[in-house]
């Protein structure tokens, strides 16, 4: 899938572009199956919040090894629509994976993500440079109720914001302070919000702020996130790095499959 002209420009002004239906309904109906089979793994990419223990992230899912794997996750993440539209945006070939997973925002009790750049966390993964870009796939229709996510146009421009460390929320994150936020927010387009039909999907510059609410629906709101960095961008060491399922040592490059292979692929044995 090329990108237009239109489209290079208006992710470099706002930071983000979106692509309605870009993911099938049964494409969407395969991704779900692999979220229901995988969401009761216990393994140690899989992050859980209130009473139910419902997860709230599920990582790790586009390797093809390990409890969390799942083939079409993976196949979808190395398609021209999600793995080719990441080489335009990021101008360079050969990426790889810092992570995914999907944020499983459970019906009432699912969470808010603050205010924050992920290149936050990420610098701090021993990234050198904010050259990744997150591809994300609502896999339901995502409203303003169900907490969907919201993107502040322009805002990666401001280059890195301080951060600090929220944990407050089941997943602890480098957010931005609430100062900080109201300010930059004053003088800020107003933000976007990532709602509509599953299959829509998103690719957001890694310096982009972006937030969601809770979901006070009740419907839990799925969502999809592929974080593609190039592969001369890997981490340098740092000490006491993040585990893998968060900071992949997986740096080779990917390699491209068919947007068939999302349907095509079967559910092998893992290890
Ligand atoms: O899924 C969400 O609502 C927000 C997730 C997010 O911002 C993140 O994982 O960095």
New binding site residues.
């Given amino acids: 899938m090329n990108l237009t002209v239109g489209q290079k420009a208006a992710y470099e002004r706002d930071g983000f572009l979106v692509f309605p239906n870009l993911v099938s309904p049964e494409e969407v109906a395969l991704l779900r199956s692999e979220v229901v089979r995988l969401r009761d793994v216990d393994a140690p990419g899989v992050v859980r919040e209130g009473s139910s223990g419902a997860p709230k992230s599920m990582f790790r899912l586009h390797e093809d090894n390990g409890p969390g794997a799942s083939p079409v996750f993976r196949a979808l993440s190395r398609t021209p629509r999600v793995l080719g539209v990441a080489q335009q945006v990021l101008g360079e070939r050969d990426l790889y994976l810092h992570h995914s ?1 999907v ?1 499983v ?1 459970a019906a009432i009790e699912g969470s808010v ?1 603050p205010w ?1 750049q ?1 290149y936050g966390s990420w610098q701090l993964d021993g990234i050198q440079r904010p050259e990744l870009a997150t591809f994300a796939v609502l896999l339901d229709d995502a409203t303003e109720l169900s ?1 969907c ?1 919201y993107l502040l146009p322009g805002s990666h421009k401001w280059g890195r914001t301080e951060a600090y460390l929220d944990t407050s929320t089941a997943y602890r994150l480098w957010s931005v302070t609430p100062e900080d936020m109201k300010r930059r927010m004053s003088e800020s387009p107003p933000p976007v919000a990532l709602a509509g039909k599953a299959g829509t999907c998103a690719i957001f510059e890694c310096n982009l702020m ?3 609410g809770h979901n006070l629906s009740n419907n839990d709101r799925w ?1 999809a ?1 592929f974080c593609f960095n190039t592969c001369k961008n890997r981490p340098v060491d740092v000490e006491n790095p993040r585990p893998d399922y968060v900071r992949s040592t997986n740096w080779a490059p990917m390699q491209p499959v068919d947007d068939s292979a999302v349907l095509d692929s079967v559910i092998t044995e893992v290890v």
């Fill in positions: 997973k944020n925002k993500w924050h992920d907490g996510l972006h937030a969601s969502q996130y």
